[in-house]
């Protein structure tokens, strides 16, 4: 569910944000996670990272190999998703199971439950350890004797940010 404006409306985005730093901290990690556990951080791996972390917006796989298809031109969608495969194994990324795309994980260094907030107005997605939430959520499993297999919550709505430009509409 992404917000459309309607005739005369524009969808105004968030604060600008410079995803430099992003990047270099999502890649550092990498480098440092791999190194640690033996694991190879191939450049086609780092690229597919970095396309991730340009904004905080899920993105899909096909729209990962567009972007990477002018400096790999003979990339194909099994190139995209190998990558993507091992950065979710690595716990460098995680995939949005609504919007069937992928976002950067930002707690990478250690294992957790996920509960990602996704804005239906600007795309933003943003990651939280809700661990309150989460914990009930461990009891409402257990109580039903379940074993799951993984975790993650999502949440669809508005960020504050676009909520606040609603209020305002």
């Known amino acids: 569910m992404t917000f459309r404006p309607s005739a005369g409306q524009t969808q105004k985005a968030p604060p600008a944000h410079d995803h430099a730093g992003c990047i270099t901290q999502a890649i550092h990690a990498a480098e440092r996670l791999c190194c640690t556990r033996g694991a190879?951080?191939?450049?086609?791996?780092?690229k597919v990272l970095e396309l991730i972390w340009e904004s905080h917006r899920a993105?899909?796989?096909?729209?990962?190999?567009d972007r990477i298809?002018?400096?790999?031109?003979?990339a194909k969608p099994a190139t995209v998703y190998r990558a993507l495969d091992f950065l979710i194994e690595q716990g460098l990324i995680h995939r949005v199971e609504s919007?069937?795309?992928?976002?950067g994980c930002n707690c990478s260094e250690r294992e957790h439950e996920l509960l990602?907030?996704?804005?239906?107005?600007?795309?933003?997605?943003e990651e939280r350890p809700a661990l309150e939430v989460m914990s009930a959520l461990a009891?409402?499993?257990k109580d039903a004797g379940f074993a799951p297999l993984r975790k993650a919550v999502e949440?669809?709505?508005?960020?504050?940010?676009?909520?606040?430009?609603?209020?305002?509409d």
């Open 69 to 74: 298809k002018p400096s790999e031109p003979t």
């Open 99 to 103: 919007l069937n795309a992928f976002i």
């Open 155 to 168: 949440v669809h709505g508005l960020c504050a940010h676009c909520a606040r430009l609603e209020a305002n």
């Open 59 to 65: 993105v899909k796989a096909y729209d990962l190999l």
């Open 40 to 46: 190879r951080f191939t450049p086609i791996r780092r």
């Open 139 to 141: 009891s409402e499993i």
């Open 116 to 125: 990602l907030l996704i804005c239906g107005r600007c795309g933003e997605v």
